[in-house]
């Protein structure tokens, strides 16, 4: 099976831009709640415990941003498919399910089992 890496290359840029419209959205929900301010000490502790969720939200968010990054440019430098581990090729199966993914299934079950 050959990789079709036009449709991976698309497939990359799609995840890029949703990635960044989250980001943006949360911004932008974040710079509209500026300035509120309430009295309602359990409407504070709610209002906390949703922000710290976002937040964490956000992290993960961004994490995804940088391995979807870090998959285009290796595309673009031609490294793209290899495991950044053994350095064997990726099988193309599992790029179709994960194209950001960096290590091959023997040395991620590896980095996951240390």
């Known amino acids: 099976m050959s990789m079709d890496l ?6 990359l840029e ?10 943006h959205a949360w ?5 509209r709640r500026v300035g509120e301010y309430h009295d309602n000490i359990e409407h504070k502790v709610d209002h906390r415990l949703e922000l710290e969720r976002q937040i964490l939200s956000n992290k993960q968010t961004q994490a995804q941003l940088m391995e979807v990054e870090r998959a285009l440019r290796k595309l673009y ?38």
């Not at 036009?6 to 497939?11: D, F, G, L, N, S």
């Not at 498919?81 to 090729?89: A, D, N, R």
């Open 27 to 31: 911004e932008d929900h974040q710079c």
């Open 6 to 11: 036009e449709k991976i290359r698309v497939a």
């Open 77 to 114: 430098s031609g490294t793209y498919g290899l495991c950044e581990s053994c350095g064997e090729p990726i099988p193309p199966a599992r790029l179709e399910v994960l194209p950001h993914a960096t290590l091959c299934i023997n040395c991620k079950t590896k980095e996951e089992k240390s």
């Open 14 to 23: 799609n995840e890029r831009w949703k990635l960044f419209e989250e980001l």
